[in-house]
C-alpha cells in the first residue's frame, strides 16, 4: 500500500516560515491535500490539489509537489498556526484515501 | 451552510456492533460522496471507508474489511458506519467527511464533522 511520510515535529519562530515535508513514492504524480488540526478539533482543510487554497485560508499557506515530494510552507508563521498538520493523497491502485502521519507544528 | 454532524458514539463492549450517524445539511446530499475517518487517542488520522455519491460503489480500509459497513438514506440526510466484532483499537474520534467535488470519491475533504467519540472497553 501506498506510504506518506511526515516529520513527527517542526518548529518555527514567529514570523519566520514553516515547511512541512510529506514524502511518498512519485508523489508528484497524484493530487496531494493538506489539512490543519487544532487541539480537540476537526480537521480543516488549507491547501488541496497541491496548491489550491479553500476560500478563507489565508495566502500564507501553499503548497507544492514535485519528485517524491510534497511541500506545505507557512509563511510569517503565527502562534495561531500551531497544530497537527496532515498531508493526504488518493491511491488510485487500492482506491483508498491515505494519510501521512502528521506534523506537529509548534511556533516558538 | 454545509454542516456534518455524527451522532451514536459512546462506550461499547468488546465485540459489540455499533452503529454511527453522520448527519448532512446545507447541501445536496445526494451528490457527493462520503467519507468517514477516525482518530485513535494523540494519534493520527486513518482513513476507513467511503460511499458514493449514489451508493453504488463503497471502499474500506483494509484493517477494517470485513467488519464495517458504509450505507446511507439521503432521504434522511444521513449517512451511516457500522462496525461489527468491536475491539479496544477501534477506540477514537470517529468524522465524517465531504469532499469538495460532486459525484467523485477522490476530492480533497471540504467539510468535516465535529467527530463522535468511541470508547471500545469492557
Known amino acids: 500500500s501506498y506510504v506518506l511520510t511526515q516529520p513527527p515535529s517542526v518548529s518555527v519562530a514567529p514570523g519566520q516560515t514553516a515547511t512541512i515535508t510529506c514524502g511518498g513514492s512519485?508523489?508528484?504524480?497524484?493530487?496531494v491535500h493538506w489539512s490543519q488540526q487544532r487541539p480537540g478539533q476537526a480537521p480543516v482543510l488549507v491547501v488541496y490539489?497541491?496548491?489550491d487554497r479553500p476560500s478563507g485560508i489565508p495566502e500564507r499557506f501553499s503548497g507544492s509537489n514535485s519528485g517524491n515530494t510534497a511541500t506545505l510552507t507557512i509563511t510569517r508563521a503565527e502562534a495561531g498556526d500551531e497544530a497537527d498538520y496532515y498531508c493526504?493523497?488518493?491511491?488510485?491502485?487500492?482506491?483508498?484515501?491515505?494519510f501521512g502521519g502528521g506534523t506537529k507544528l509548534t511556533v516558538l | 451552510q454545509v454542516q456534518l454532524v455524527e451522532s451514536g458514539g459512546g462506550v461499547f463492549q468488546p465485540g459489540r456492533p455499533l452503529r454511527l450517524s453522520c448527519a448532512a445539511s446545507?447541501?445536496?446530499?445526494?451528490?457527493?460522496?462520503i467519507h468517514w475517518v477516525r482518530q485513535a487517542p494523540g494519534k493520527g488520522l486513518e482513513w476507513v471507508g467511503v460511499?458514493?455519491?449514489?451508493?453504488?460503489?463503497?471502499d474500506y480500509a483494509d484493517v477494517l474489511k470485513g467488519r464495517i459497513t458504509i450505507t446511507r438514506d439521503d432521504a434522511k440526510g444521513t449517512v451511516y458506519l457500522e462496525v461489527n466484532s468491536l475491539r479496544g483499537d477501534d477506540t477514537g474520534v470517529y468524522y465524517c467527511?465531504?469532499?469538495?467535488?460532486?459525484?467523485?470519491?477522490?476530492?480533497?475533504?471540504?467539510?468535516w464533522g465535529p467527530g463522535t467519540l468511541v470508547t471500545v472497553s469492557s
Open positions: 493526504q493523497v488518493w491511491d488510485r491502485s487500492s482506491d483508498h484515501v491515505v
Open positions: 490539489d497541491d496548491s
Open positions: 460511499i458514493s455519491f449514489d451508493g453504488g460503489d463503497k
Open positions: 446545507g447541501f445536496t446530499l445526494s451528490s457527493y460522496a
Open positions: 467527511a465531504k469532499p469538495r467535488l460532486e459525484a467523485t470519491i477522490r476530492a480533497a475533504f471540504e467539510a
Open positions: 512519485d508523489i508528484a504524480r497524484k493530487n
